[in-house]
């Protein structure tokens, strides 16, 4: 039997994209979204994850860079493997955090050059405003807050 090299088996290994994002609602059950300048749909709050970051200290860290507010960032609510699409050549692992609840947007600080516009909504209308692979997501996030356990999507949907 031939042994492969470290750096040769990792080197073909598969390599992946990860991002984190905040799950926040308010006390009536709205679900929290930000308007990027670069995007023609809403997002939950949050961005991709740095080289050698861990994804709950990415989605503290971009809370703070996009919101200007420090949150709890709580249990993983959802985690969201997606295939590559677009112009996106790798697979992508999405993480989704609960980062509790809020009665309002006070201090909350827009950078402006890439949020243009924050806002709670509807889980139903959170769900038109999101990507069709994204606004899954919102139930999901729901349904494991409520049941204390995280949910696995492929693509946005429970697997197969």
Known sequence: MTWTEPATWYANLASF???AAAFITDPAGDVLLVKPTYRDHWTFPGGYVDEGEYPHEACDREIR?????AVVVGGLLVVDWSP???QRPRAIISFTFDCGSTASLDGFILPGQELED?????????EQRLPGNVATRVRAAIHARDRRTPVYLVGGRPPA
């Open 118 to 126: 924050i806002a709670f909504f509807p889980p139903r209308e959170a």
């Open 17 to 19: 994209y990860a991002a």
């Open 65 to 69: 860079e996009e919101l200007g507010v």
């Open 84 to 86: 590559p699409a677009g």
